[in-house]
């Protein structure tokens, strides 16, 4: 079960109730334990423990360089970048910014301080373990390129089943559903190869001028 982190606990607790065997998942040793586990048994995972995984920082390095302030020079460190030693102004605001002279990257991927439980899944248990993946609040898995999206969708990939429980499946868009019916449905993707060829038989296309 992947869920928001304030229902972990509900999860668990209504699962006992019903006389199957609940497991909170928080770290790696929890993961070691579940194939001696007793059955049925049920995994509760939070999102945000699911998808953490590594951050982004800055790539640029820095140069002495002298700037005038109220009259007078003060040496100050200036963000250039790495290759070609371009100064890059303020330092960059989106991971997609490059040098506009040599196209270096600016920003590098930061080590995380811990793996992302969804990937210690998948690394330490064999495909086919559980036998479904429950997905709750699933509308908040529909972004293209968010990281809980794509976490959902890796986990989807190694289950292979996937139940969907949302109250609130879209918010009027057909593009706010397509990603998520592109990981969740089998052969959609055949059938809808682009969010346009969705949008076009379900949706309406705006046009602003």
């Avoid at 706010?176 to 059938?191: D, K, M, N, Q, T």
Wanted: hydrophobic share 40%; aromatic share 8%.
């Amino acid at each position: 079960v992947l869920c928001p982190p304030h229902l972990v606990e509900r999860w668990a607790r209504e699962v006992r109730e019903e006389g199957a065997h609940a497991v909170i998942l928080r770290e790696r040793q929890d993961l070691e334990a579940l194939p001696h586990a007793p059955r049925p048994l049920f995994a509760v995972l939070s999102r945000e423990r699911a998808k953490l995984g590594p951050g982004w920082e800055p790539a640029v390095a820095y140069r002495s360089a002298l700037k005038r302030e109220e009259g007078r020079k003060v040496r100050v460190e200036v963000p250039v970048c790495p290759r070609c030693g371009r100064p890059v102004g303020p330092l960059p605001k989106t991971r997609r910014t490059a040098c506009p002279k040599c196209r270096e990257p600016l920003w590098q991927v930061r080590p995380p301080r811990r793996e992302a439980m969804a990937h210690a899944m998948r690394r330490l248990l064999p495909k086919g373990f559980f036998r479904a993946l429950i997905l709750d609040e699933a509308h908040e898995y529909k972004g293209a390129d968010s990281a809980q999206g794509l976490t959902a969708a890796g986990l989807i990939s190694w289950t292979g089943k996937v139940l969907l429980l949302t109250g609130t499946l879209f918010g009027g868009y057909a593009s706010s559903i397509y990603h998520l019916l592109a990981r969740a449905v089998p052969g959609f993707r055949e059938e809808f190869p682009t969010e346009a060829s969705f949008v076009a038989r379900y949706g309406l296309f705006k046009r602003v001028r």
